[in-house]
């Protein structure tokens, strides 16, 4: 039955569509590319629209137009679908996907790091995003955090040892160093592990409970000891995000340490980029069957097209969500087989 809103289809029946992205030639449709198939269409319009111009004239002087006459003919589908999956969605409406969202955070067990600078002061009021190179993280296993005043002191190569007096440090704690001069041997803004602590002195470690650093030459140092997590902020490991609980008027530095994730973890996320207005390029095939037999009325091969998304359905929970797109044909006109009945029904 056509559908009241489409009195002037040429045909409805249902078909199948399907797409290659991007691909401008059937050329860039052989392997290791190919159609995806986007699903089963209902064919709700076939339209075929003439492109028109204005003839100008005059006539005494006088400028006059003459009707507009047709220069060439142009053939778009409105099709419905009702298998809204994942890769419909990225494709039709949302937009282009940017892979994995967690891909800056794939440090792994090891205590792999990765830095990560907040915009001082830090705002108790606000959740700061962790990125790494500006892409967003998220799922992470775990971030440490340092803020604060650095704290100065003296290093010593006779016993690797760094020095300042009444420290408070424990062995385990997590510190970064600052600054470091003269003395070489250690990395700045690294995670390092407290060992050998005493009153005045302690050193550093690549690992908790590991050999001590080997340093050259006395100097001094600057460094951070390590927020506290849920004392001194509020981590978010699955959004990736993190909120101080009191006010720090320095730099704010995480390291984050994340579960390897692959795409087969369920959990991983993936980014897109939305469009206002979802329109792709690519190569598209097209098959048509008659509503009343399921005959083959109508294959289109190979041609070059945009496709838009429109018109999503609302889902209700309990029952498929539909959505329409348009297919224009555009510069690759691909080859048309109908069957007779096609064209006089």
């Not at 039709?92 to 440090?107: E, I, K, V």
């Not at 604060?148 to 704690?173: C, E, I, M, R, W």
């Amino acid at each position: 039955m056509t559908p009241k809103r489409f009195t002037d289809a040429i045909h409805i029946g249902t078909g199948e569509f399907a797409f290659c992205l991007g691909a401008r030639t059937i050329a860039d449709t052989r392997p290791p590319n190919g159609f995806r198939d986007i699903g089963n269409v209902d064919v709700y319009q076939l339209k075929v629209e003439n492109e028109t111009v204005q003839r100008e004239g005059a006539y005494r002087g006088k400028k006059s137009v003459d009707a507009q006459f047709s220069i060439k003919q142009g053939l778009e589908y409105l099709f419905r679908c009702d298998e809204l999956t994942k890769d419909n969605l990225l494709v039709l409406a949302m937009g282009t996907d940017l892979g994995n969202n967690a891909r800056g955070a794939y440090a792994d067990t090891a205590a792999d790091v990765m830095a990560f600078t907040a915009l001082a002061p830090s705002d108790t009021r606000y959740w700061y995003d962790l990125t790494v190179s500006d892409v967003e993280t998220t799922h992470l296993t775990s971030a440490i955090l340092f803020a604060g005043t650095p704290v100065s002191g003296t290093t010593q190569d006779t016993g690797d040892t760094f020095t300042k007096n009444a420290h408070g440090l424990a062995n385990g704690d997590r510190v970064i160093l600052i600054s470091l001069t003269t003395t070489t041997g250690a990395s700045l803004l690294t995670p390092y592990f407290v060992v050998g602590s005493t009153t005045n002195t302690f050193q550093l470690s690549a690992t908790a409970g590991g050999s001590a650093l080997a340093l050259t030459t006395n100097g001094t140092f600057t460094y951070l000891a390590a927020l506290v997590e849920d004392t001194d902020y509020e981590l978010d490991t699955e959004i990736g995000r993190v909120r101080t609980l009191s006010a720090v008027e320095t730099n704010l530095y995480a390291f984050l340490t994340a579960a390897a994730i692959t795409s087969a973890d369920a959990s991983y996320m993936k980014s897109i980029t939305p469009l206002e207005e979802a329109s792709f390029e690519g190569m598209g095939r097209f098959l048509m069957f008659h509503a009343a037999d399921n005959a083959l009325a109508w294959d289109h091969r190979n041609f070059s097209c945009t496709i838009t998304g429109t018109n999503f359905g609302e889902s209700t929970g309990k029952a498929v969500t539909t959505f329409d797109f348009i297919v224009r044909v555009t510069d690759v006109r691909g080859a048309l087989f109908t069957a007779k009945r096609a064209i006089n029904d």
